[in-house]
């Protein structure tokens, strides 16, 4: 079937987290297949996963033929395909700003903090569980103090990271600010993301995308 | 001049060098403005820097009345606003592979890589000289032989990433490499890589945008 989606995707990753979230407000239903990242030394290094996604991260997601991983690449792929509602604004300057705070996430937080770096820096380089939280908190406190700063002082905030409809800014942020209230960062300083956290998390596409309501959750 | 452009660069950040190899493909010429990453404990630190881009981090465009931050975000505005030649194909699947092989260096490798990364490792975490190398090359080593199986595998690739011309792949996957040739990283194993990066280096937008041809070149 041409228009039939399938989502490898693990339940707390916060790459899948950010796919869920834009189906769900494209209404689309994917098939969803579950990589556990943890059992038998991680799934998502089997051979029958390495062919789909030779990254060996989650998520992938097949659209027919074609196989697709990295979240924000699946994200604009799924909003030039299905334009409704969009998750960019239209002008090029609104679309250039809300792409900066996807990823002041996306490239400055998220990929210091995965898993496999958590591992990394446990295994090879001998950092403890409390060097390894500090590290973390690290790049969450820097990566919220820039953002806060962007959304707080611009006239273009408003109900949501741009204007007044969730776009990709917000798809990134949510499960980032997930990821830190696990850690029980302390969030008072960002009282701009928590509010539009909350914003976001009064829609269903956001609150359904949640790691704790997905099947594989544990 | 509503048509002005500024860049705040650095002449060894691999995100500057993205964004000057765009703005030479689309034949834009902006002004320079250097910002010393390492001076006076890093000019991006400074007031007047983090003003304009409270990430603290390079590169910053400026384009008339607006402020740009993230090399991503910058190459897709340009690529929006001067769409000759384009940075992207036309075709959603196939803007969507584009997408994926940028995003898995600019996603996956070189956010775990940068100066303020090495310098927690260092200074917090308690890394030495030799366990900062090694991290490098684990991440790099990583990111290039998911791009090597992903390019290697697929008959979109052509001369350049993808297809005939350069693309947003290429502008990322380009500074990735001359960074692993800094690190003395053996690139053997990644023969589409190198042969990629031969092609792209033929041209002038991106031979001209390298490091040591900067003004701020030390």
Known sequence: MADAFALYTYFRSSASFRVRIALNLKGIEPEFRFVHLLREGGRQHSGEYSRLNPQEIVPTLVHGSHVLGQSLAIIE?????????????????????????????????????????????????????????NWQGHWMELGFRGLEALLANSPETGRFCHGAAPTLADICLVPQLANA??????????????????????????????????????
Chains 1, 2 share one sequence.
């Open 77 to 133: 792929y799924l909003d030039e395909i299905h334009p409704q509602p969009p998750l960019l604004p239209r002008d090029a300057w609104a679309r250039a700003r809300v792409r900066q705070l996807a990823y002041a996430t996306a490239c400055e937080i998220q990929p210091l903090n995965n898993l496999r770096v958590q591992n990394y820096l446990r295994d090879a380089i001998g950092a403890d569980h409390s060097a390894i939280g």
């Open 181 to 218: 209230r696990r850690a029980r960062l302390n969030l008072d300083s960002y009282p701009t993301l928590t509010r539009i956290e909350a914003e976001c998390l009064d829609l269903k596409a956001f609150a359904d995308a949640q790691p704790a309501r997905q099947p594989d959750a544990e």
